[in-house]
Structures are given as C-alpha cells and as structure tokens.
C-alpha cells in the first residue's frame, strides 16, 4: 500500500508538473502572438504616420504656391488701383481672387487614431515618439497662427461699412444675378479714381495689409515643412512598403 501511494503521488505530481508546463508554453505561446500583433500594428502606424507627413508636404507646397500667386495679384492691384483712370469693377474681381481663404487642413488621420484609441504605448522607439508628440504641438500652433491670419484678413474687410459703397455689386457673381433696375437703386461711387477718396486710401491699405498677411502665412507654412523633415526621415528608416 505504501509503494502503490507513493507511486500515486508521484503520478499526481508529474501530472501538476506537466499541466504547469503545458500552461506556461500556452502563455509563451499567447505573449509571442501578443507581441507579434503588436509589432505588426506598430509598423502599420509607422506607415501610416509617413503618408500623412508626405501629403502634409503636398499640401503645403500647393498652398505656398496659392499664396504667392495672391501676393503677385496684390502687388499687381496697387499699380492698377492707382492707374487712373480705372475699372472699379475689374480691380474688385481680382482682389476677390486674392482675399480668397484657401484654408490649410493637414491630414492628421493616423496620429489621432493612436491617441484617442489609447494605442500611443504600442510605439517602442522613443525617439520617433516624442519626436512626433513634439510635431503634433507645433502642427497645432501653426494652425492657430494660420487662423490669426485668417481673421486679420477678414476684418479688414468688414471695415468697410457700405459694401455696396465699396462696390460690391461690381463683382461678378453679384452682377450676373442682380437684374439692371436692380443695380440702378444702388449707389454710385467712383472712389477707384479718386486717391483722396477715404475708400480708395483704406482699400490701398488693405491691399498692404493682405501682402503682409499672406507673406506670413508663407513663413509659417515653409517653417511647418522645415519642422517635419527630422520626423520624415526617422519614419522612413522604418521601411514601410
């Protein structure tokens, strides 16, 4: 009886010990897979961060490129502002090209999946992480300085009290929708031909102000591409197909 229990016991034992080795490989086993899915799920982010940087590029170089065709346009309107006798008409039709507000949207798509899904931890290299933290910062306070911009240029042209004073009417989209018994209630002002005019002398400054404001919006943009080019380059050491 005593062998038969001894030899019970050790059966039992070898059977714990088996079942403790069995459920440590399952562990192994379910780590390797864990981090497995996790390297995977990383790269794929690493690739997906460096698409957005190199659309962000695209779009800043197509936006620099708007700017600096309004800049032309303004630097053009001066000279026909003050080209007398002119058409208010002609001269308002191009300054609407160059007030036009092409808004800067960066895509932004990847790295806000990977903060607000809470999976910023699954990135192990630390530098790219903070790098791209960092970037995330900058990115914000150029679109905050871009909108500044924005609504320095837009409230330069609220001061105008009258717009149909300004000659708003003259443009146009308002010209093929209002009917001639329509425009011929509206005021007549010839201020584009008048250099002492308070209209003329504001919109003159306007034109400077708009200069100033887009060479700016140039600067910021051409500083947020300078900013990118380090976290590009450690993206692209990761090798993404």
Same mark, same amino acid.
Not at 69 to 86: F, Q, T, V
Not at 114 to 125: E, N, V
């Given at each position: 009886?005593?062998?038969?229990?001894?030899?019970?016991?050790?059966?039992?034992?070898?059977?714990?010990?088996?079942?403790?080795?069995?459920?440590?490989?399952a562990l192994q086993i379910n780590n390797w897979n864990e981090n497995r899915k996790n390297k995977i799920a990383e790269a794929d982010y690493y690739c997906r961060i460096l698409?957005?940087?190199?659309?962000?590029?695209?779009?800043?170089?197509?936006?620099?490129?708007?700017?600096?065709?309004?800049?032309?346009?303004?630097?053009?309107?001066?000279?026909? %502002? #003050? /080209? &007398?006798? *002119?058409?208010?008409? $002609?001269?308002? @039709?191009?300054?609407?090209?160059?007030?036009?507000?092409?808004?800067?949207?960066?895509?932004?798509?990847?790295?806000?999946?990977?903060?607000?899904?809470?999976?910023?931890?699954?990135?192990?290299?630390?530098?790219?992480?903070?790098?791209?933290?960092?970037?995330?910062?900058? %990115? #914000? /306070? &150029?679109? *905050?300085?871009?909108? $500044?911009?924005? @609504?320095?240029?837009?409230?330069?042209?609220?001061?105008?009290?009258?717009?149909?004073?300004?000659?708003?009417?003259?443009?146009?989209?308002?010209?093929?929708?209002?009917?001639?018994?329509?425009?011929?209630?509206?005021?007549?002002?010839?201020?584009?031909?008048?250099?002492?005019?308070?209209?003329?002398?504001?919109?003159?400054?306007?034109?400077?102000?708009?200069?100033?404001?887009?060479?700016?919006?140039?600067q910021h943009l051409s500083n947020l591409k300078k900013e990118m080019q380090e976290p590009i380059r450690l993206l692209k050491e990761k090798?993404?197909?």
């Open positions: 009886m005593e062998n038969k229990t001894g030899k019970y016991f050790k059966y039992a034992l070898g059977e714990i010990v088996l079942v403790v080795i069995g459920i440590l490989i698409d957005d940087f190199e659309l962000n590029e695209k779009l800043i170089d197509e936006s620099s490129k708007l700017i600096r065709n309004k800049i032309k346009i303004c630097k053009e309107l001066i000279l026909d %502002l #003050n /080209n &007398i006798p *002119n058409d208010r008409g $002609e001269i308002l @039709n191009k300054f609407v090209l160059a007030l036009r507000q092409d808004v800067f949207i960066p895509s932004t798509i990847a790295f806000e999946d990977i903060t607000s899904s809470g999976q910023l931890k699954l990135l192990t290299d630390l530098e790219l992480k903070n790098r791209l933290i960092q970037h995330s910062t900058f %990115l #914000n /306070n &150029i679109s *905050n300085l871009l909108q $500044e911009n924005r @609504n320095v240029i837009i409230n330069g042209m609220d001061s105008f009290e009258l717009m149909t004073e300004f000659g708003y009417q003259d443009m146009d989209y308002l010209q093929r929708e209002l009917d001639k018994e329509h425009i011929d209630l509206l005021p007549k002002n010839n201020w584009t031909n008048e250099p002492n005019n308070p209209i003329f002398l504001k919109f003159q400054d306007n034109l400077v102000t708009l200069i100033g404001m887009l060479i700016r919006q140039e090798e993404c197909k």
